[in-house]
């Protein structure tokens, strides 16, 4: 524990001090300033003497605006964060020869990894609060648009499903930083990761579903087909966080979606504003139902961190540490 | 086993892919002595250093250090000896003061304590005046004396120091040989020390340990290596003379 709390501190501290945190930050803090800006113009706009607008707060983090909503900027960017504050963690300390004295102290060898994993997850929490408040405040003066409770508890609870979001990044970038033993490395074997589940997870996603069931000819195409076709993109998509987290999240701020999934088969049949208006009108699902719909890709959230955290601790734990 | 002895392997061995780099070491040393532990680069040193402080595994053997078992008792043992790395690392970043904090922070030292032993020991190594530039500016003899410092926060009863005088100048490595032997006369801490400096060795070692091709191939105090060796006392061959002998036998 004494080792646990002295790294922990120490670490929490080099990140607050850190050029890279501050960069992150004003990247942040740009990018939500800019999108809730959007969001809150559009709004201004488009609401005006509109009537029966369910939770108008939650538009603020879900609407595009401009190019993207804050939530989208947070499902595609917020990997890099987690990923950056980790990469060079571990094998930084073994460059600069501060490893060996950290573990010739009395510690427990996790508490080296816990420690600064817990480091970055308080930073993690900080800065996405702090952005969240932001934009609450611009909806405030902006729009003129105060959260109710239930809001307030569905921007909690996206809090915290970001919070485990890029801490499964960071959790990572600090199994990479124990396994590469070059910081360069590290950091790009980070960024390939992060490219592939970006991008080519949903492309092969695509190309598997259209592979195993065709609906290319409109003609000959069944709607089992178009299901089935669905189906199999979904699942392999979920083999990405990201598909996981964005599922979620959309669930969770935009309470009118049913499960993760309907959106998407409507899409199939409405034009998108069919689909507005038909769910606009809708009853939203109840905070209790939101979050049992995302249960699952909570529990996968967590459980991809904890197989890193456990693949961590195996390398790390028999690895000779000799700087 | 008498209860002088604080160190003792049987036995130990440590392979690499099949390369062997510590080959049946048996050893001892003497709870009290500075043990000069010699030997070419690559010999195994270092090595041996890692296995007794439980941060590596030995292939074969066994050691028991402070009678413990260092694999099992790792972390016991690390509370009694402090460890001095051959090319220490430091947070550039850090202040002096600040780098001694947080390896007492890590041995669980707490407020007060932590101000006072950091202030005494930066005394001790003649930090005093440095105490608040950060380490990034520090010299390499004065980053040797912080290390020494930081091994000393947690009141060891041995002291492992792999090559602490390694690129320093005559005058820095004087100091360092000159605080190790005050520190072992004034209380009475165990020092096992790795050196190429065979001049300083001589000056303050109790008893040495010449280590070639990972095998001990002389263990005793000087007078009874160069007994050994060429049938006369210490006075007339110097431990360099002694050390070339057995390394071109060895
Ligand atoms: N991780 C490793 N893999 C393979 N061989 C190693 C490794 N670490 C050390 N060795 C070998 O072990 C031998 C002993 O090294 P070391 O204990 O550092 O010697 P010394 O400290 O006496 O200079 C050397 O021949 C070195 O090449
Ligand atoms: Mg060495």
């Not at chain 1, 004003?26 to 029966?52: C, Q, T």
């Not at chain 1, 929490?125 to 932001?134: A, E, F, G, N, R």
């Not at chain 2, 101000?115 to 990034?136: I, S």
Request: net charge neutral.
């Amino acid at each position: 524990m004494q080792g646990l709390y002295a790294i922990f501190k120490k670490e929490l501290r080099d990140h607050f001090t850190s050029y890279r945190f501050v960069i992150l930050f004003a990247l942040i803090a740009m990018v939500s300033f800019i999108s809730s800006y959007m969001a809150g113009i559009h709004m201004r706009e488009n609401l005006e003497g509109m009537s029966g607008v369910k939770f108008p707060f939650l538009l603020l983090f879900s609407s595009t605006g401009a190019l993207f909503s804050m939530i989208q900027f947070v499902s595609f960017f917020g990997p890099l964060i987690g990923l950056v504050l980790g990469f060079d963690s571990i094998n930084r300390e073994r460059a600069h020869g501060t490893l060996i004295k950290l573990v010739s102290q009395p510690i427990y060898r996790d508490a080296v990894i816990n420690g600064k994993f817990l480091a970055g997850v308080v930073t993690i929490s900080i800065m996405l609060i702090s952005i969240v408040l932001v934009i609450s405040g611009f909806g405030l003066a902006l729009v003129g648009v105060v959260p109710g409770i239930e809001e307030i508890w569905r921007i909690i609870v996206y809090l915290i499903l970001s919070i485990f979001y890029i801490s499964l990044w960071l959790g990572v970038s600090i199994l990479f930083s124990i396994f590469f033993k070059g910081i360069a490395t590290s950091a790009l074997a980070s960024v390939a990761l992060w490219i592939f589940l970006s991008f080519f997870v949903s492309l092969g996603a695509d190309v598997l579903a259209n592979t195993i069931v065709p609906i290319g000819n409109a003609n000959e195409t069944t709607p089992e087909d178009v299901i089935k076709n669905y189906r199999i993109k979904e699942t392999t998509a979920r083999f990405s966080p990201m598909v996981l987290y964005s599922e979620a999240t959309a669930t969770i701020i935009d309470p009118m979606q049913k499960t993760t999934r309907t959106s998407d088969l409507i899409n199939l049949r409405m034009n998108p504003m069919e689909e507005m208006l038909s769910s606009r009108f809708e009853n939203p699902l109840t905070l209790g139902q939101s979050l049992l719909v995302v249960f699952p890709h909570t529990t996968a959230l967590i459980a991809i961190t904890l197989i890193c955290f456990a693949i961590s601790y195996m390398v790390f734990m028999v690895q000779e540490i000799r700087t | 086993m008498d209860n002088q002895t604080i160190i003792k392997t049987s036995n130990l061995s440590r392979r690499y892919n099949g390369q062997t780099a510590v080959d049946d070491l048996n050893f001892e040393v003497k709870e009290g002595e500075i043990f000069g532990f010699l030997g070419p680069n690559g010999a195994g040193k270092t090595t041996t250093l890692l296995m007794l402080l439980g941060l590596s595994q030995p292939s074969s053997g066994s050691a028991v250090v402070c009678g413990m078992d260092p694999i099992r008792q790792s972390k016991e043992v690390k509370r009694l000896i402090g460890y001095l790395p051959e090319n220490v690392g430091f947070y550039g970043d850090l202040n002096a003061v600040q780098s001694l904090e947080y390896v007492a922070n890590l041995n669980g030292l707490k407020g007060e304590v932590v101000a006072r032993k950091t202030d005494n020991l930066l005394d001790l190594v003649g930090l005093k005046q440095d105490a608040k530039k950060k380490v990034a500016a520090f010299s390499r003899g004065m980053k040797q004396r912080l290390g020494i410092a930081e091994v000393l926060i947690k009141d060891p009863k041995v002291l492992f120091l792999d090559e602490p005088t390694l690129g320093l100048d005559p005058d820095g490595a004087l100091r360092i040989i000159d605080l190790i032997e005050s520190l072992n006369k004034d209380q009475g801490i165990t020092v096992v020390l790795s050196s190429h400096d065979l001049h300083q060795v001589q000056r303050i070692s109790h008893r040495v340990g010449i280590m070639i091709n990972g095998k001990l191939v002389a263990e005793g105090s000087i007078d009874s290596l160069a007994k050994e060796k060429f049938g006369v006392g210490e006075k007339e061959y110097s431990l360099e003379e002694i050390y070339m002998k057995y390394f071109r036998e060895g």
